[in-house]
């Protein structure tokens, strides 16, 4: 019996699920955990076939696959030069032997083909100490320049095999662009793979525009313009890219938004008269209401994945505190951060289970996330600006912006485990700030 990497991940985690779990009689899997850090699982990519007309895209598709998995921070791959075993074709029956020689503890296989304009991506996955396939072979077709999707795809699938969790490649990120001198910042949308690639720019630079939020099934974005001079609400088309103006009132500043998880409603804050509340719109009718309101300065709201209850920043207390109330705006608010310093910038986790935000503690700053309650607080990252969380969409992995300091500082996406370990800068070109993780891709 396989025993997925999952058990050895959960007993990793630090919000009190049991490591029981993680005890299994002789199971054929071992993952040595120390101080809560996960030991990288060995596994074996055999170099992929070239099943027609591959070319060099059969390397690419490994590479990306390979990339994805090792990426996680919770898998090794075993080097080329080391694997002693051959295989003759796909289909071929594998020698687990030689695998267990160079250790390895999981072994895939793929091919790749091209005709008539589509590319072919099959996959096999082994559980080399146990003999035995993995669950079937897969293959994923694509146009030919969609090849990283049919890539991302099956390192997808081996990526759930093995864990046991939702997987979160075939996926994208909005972000903002940054280029110019630091006191002059000229600023654009841009769409691209969750690694990096594949960007594609959705406003120009003409104008400043910040804090870009997709909605849950990714085909409407909100974010917040400058380009009358102050900040308003805006929306995007992402099937058309057609920019679509939100009616919010035009001689008031409006930003923040995000949606609903139906995609029912347009929650944002609203300034005026040097207040600031949330707001809650139709966009299909553009009636609004406030739904947080009071003498305070209210912002940043996220819902829960079920659209009941609300996350929102308010310095109510005296300073920026994390506070929850019901989505209808009912009932007292509850404060949920108790920890030193200002807390900022709540995003609630996909999976429901967990709120990241960003703290403030004297001159340095942290991604950290807590349950929905405020118990269990855990810092993730530490450094000069740490900002903006946002979520994969298995709720496993966090991605946020740092900013370098010094007057030559720059923006720059990283991304966490929700352990706090394996930290990762995006490999992307430019400076980049305001992530926001879409779904995963159908």
Do not use: C
């Not at 694509?142 to 093995?162: C, E, F, I, N, T």
């Not at 600006?385 to 969409?393: I, Y």
């Amino acid at each position: 019996m396989f025993r997925p990497l999952l058990i050895a991940l959960i007993a990793a985690l630090p919000f009190g699920l049991s490591p029981a779990l993680a005890q299994e009689d002789d199971g054929p899997l071992r993952i040595e955990i120390t101080e809560g850090v996960v030991e990288p699982m060995p596994i074996a990519v055999a170099p992929f076939f070239d099943d027609g007309n591959g070319g060099i895209m059969v390397d690419q598709v490994q590479r990306v696959l390979t990339d994805d998995l090792t990426g996680t921070g919770l898998f090794r791959a075993i080097p080329a030069e080391a694997q002693i075993a051959s295989l003759d074709s796909f289909e071929a029956p594998v020698a687990y032997e030689d695998w267990r020689a160079v250790n390895a503890e999981a072994l895939v296989t793929g091919a790749v083909s091209v005709q008539d304009g589509t590319v072919t991506v099959k996959f096999r996955l082994f559980d080399v100490f146990s003999g035995q396939p993995l669950g079937d072979g897969m293959q994923f077709d694509a146009p030919v320049d969609g090849w990283r999707r049919a890539a991302h795809k099956a390192a997808d699938q081996v990526y759930s095999r093995l864990t046991g969790e939702a997987p979160y490649f075939d996926s994208r990120v909005v972000f903002v662009n940054e280029t110019g001198p630091k006191d002059g910042r000229l600023k654009r949308i841009g769409l691209m793979d969750f690694d990096g690639a594949n960007q594609i720019w959705l406003t120009d630079d003409t104008s400043l525009v910040l804090s870009p939020k997709l909605s849950r099934d990714g085909r409407r974005m909100l974010y917040t313009s400058y380009e009358t001079g102050y900040p308003r609400v805006m929306a995007m088309n992402m099937d058309t890219m057609a920019e679509v103006e939100v009616p919010t009132d035009p001689d008031t500043m409006t930003f923040g938004p995000r949606f609903s998880p139906d995609g029912r409603w347009i929650i944002y804050s609203r300034a005026e008269g040097g207040n600031t509340d949330i707001w809650q719109m139709d966009p299909i009718s553009g009636a609004a209401r406030p739904l947080i309101a009071g003498p305070f300065i209210d912002t940043a709201p996220s819902y829960s994945p079920d659209g009941t209850q609300i996350v929102f920043e308010s310095d109510r207390s005296g300073s920026p505190q994390l506070y929850v109330i019901s989505a209808d705006g009912t009932g007292e608010p509850m404060r949920i951060s108790f920890g030193q310093g200002r807390y900022g910038a709540p995003a609630w986790s996909p999976l429901g289970d967990l709120i990241a935000f960003t703290r403030q503690d004297g001159e340095r700053f942290h991604i950290g996330v807590m349950r929905p309650d405020g118990s269990e607080e855990k810092t993730l990252t530490e450094s000069f600006l740490d900002e903006g969380p946002t979520w994969a969409p298995n709720g496993r992995v966090v991605m946020f912006t740092r900013q370098t300091p010094g007057g030559d500082g720059v923006a720059r996406l990283h991304s966490v485990d929700v352990t706090g370990r394996n930290m990762r800068p995006l490999q992307i070109e430019g400076a980049a700030s305001d992530p926001d993780w879409g779904p995963l891709l159908p």
